[in-house]
């Protein structure tokens, strides 16, 4: 089993920046995917960012592209995502997740860390 666990939200205003955390714990030696994804409000989750523990390759949801930067340390089994510019509509709980070489959706979730900007 494989337990994640968010850190880093909290309440900025618009143009601030903010860096989340998500440390995993257990099997990390099954995450290959690891990826952050956020809700707002009254809206469905939305994939921010991710990458492939063989990869240097990242993808980003275009929303955030030029803006978030995801990051990680193996050693520690941790990743970040680094979120600048952030404006309102960032407001959201933001969520990490992982998944294991053959799933084919994410099986690892976080509790989640809530991210509100102010205007």
């Known amino acids: 089993q494989i337990q994640l666990v968010e850190s880093g939200g909290g309440l900025v205003p618009a143009g601030d920046s903010l860096t989340l955390s998500c440390a995993a714990s257990g099997h990390t030696d099954n995450i290959y995917t690891m990826a952050w994804f956020r809700q707002a409000p009254g809206k469905d989750r939305e994939f921010v960012a991710s990458?492939?523990?063989?990869?240097?390759?990242?993808a980003y949801a275009d929303s955030v592209k030029g803006r978030f930067s995801y990051s990680r340390v193996n050693t520690k089994n941790t990743w970040y995502l680094q979120m600048n510019s952030l404006k309102p509509e960032d407001t959201a709980v933001y969520y990490c997740a992982a998944k294991s070489p053959r799933a084919v959706s994410y099986e690892y979730w976080g509790q989640g860390t809530q991210v509100t900007v102010s205007s």
């Open positions: 990458n492939m523990r063989s990869s240097s390759a990242i």
